[in-house]
């Protein structure tokens, strides 16, 4: 069998941390290593060179007691740079969701998601995409188009259909609706979507989304 895909949870609701958790452990392909009630354990754990670490996916709550989730997210990044952040909060402020991902987290769920999205959003991001709560994706695109600069060029050129697959992807598309679309398979959307990260340097679907209107490869509206 393929390696697991390795869980820290970060969540002080011990109810919802345990109903997900038992979702988890019943996944053949996702194992919750760990679980705590508030970052400053969490990352106390990730500093431990005696605790096993080796974290694929960090989901994590904003709004816990003490250090916040939003606060967390540079630690993580600095303590445990290859693990991935997923944001699973309740949370879907305009403020904490952009937050968030600019900070570096690489999907970002609502709490009321199934259970089935959530192993989705985690299998995505394993497989090197992003995940982002269909009722935000739109809301986060037009967020960010009405912020940036308009008329900047930017040399790097994406291929007609990592061009194709991005402009999917920006309107909410989750990956298998892309290959769907395109008639490819999803294992293929996210080769492109890698590829698209590479020569945008960004780390996830917003940023390169982001990155796209910023820089011109997609036109903004005059």
Do not use: C
């Amino acid at each position: 069998m393929s390696k697991k895909i390795r869980i820290l949870m970060i969540e002080d609701h011990p109810e919802f941390r345990e109903t997900v958790a038992f979702v988890l452990n019943k996944s053949e392909d996702i194992e919750l290593v760990s679980q705590f009630g508030n970052a400053e354990l969490a990352l106390r754990s990730l500093q431990d060179p005696k605790q096993d670490n080796d974290i694929d996916i960090i989901l994590l709550d904003l709004n816990l007691p003490g250090i916040s989730g939003l606060e967390a997210i540079r630690w993580i990044k600095d303590y445990n740079p290859k693990s991935k952040i997923i944001v699973l909060s309740q949370s879907d402020a305009e403020a904490d969701v952009l937050s968030a991902i600019q900070s570096g987290a690489t999907g970002y769920l609502l709490k009321a998601s199934t259970m089935d999205q959530i192993k989705q959003g985690i299998r995505n991001v394993y497989a090197g995409g992003a995940t982002l709560d269909p009722g935000l994706a739109k809301f986060v695109l037009h967020t960010l188009q009405a912020k940036l600069p308009k008329n900047k060029v930017i040399t790097v050129e994406l291929s007609k259909r990592e061009h194709q697959v991005l402009e999917l992807i920006a309107e909410g598309l989750p990956q298998k609706e892309v290959g769907k679309k395109l008639k490819i398979s999803s294992y293929t959307v996210t080769d492109h979507l890698k590829s698209i990260y590479e020569k945008l340097q960004v780390q996830n679907a917003p940023q390169a989304i982001s990155k796209a209107y910023r820089t011109g490869i997609f036109k903004t509206d005059e």
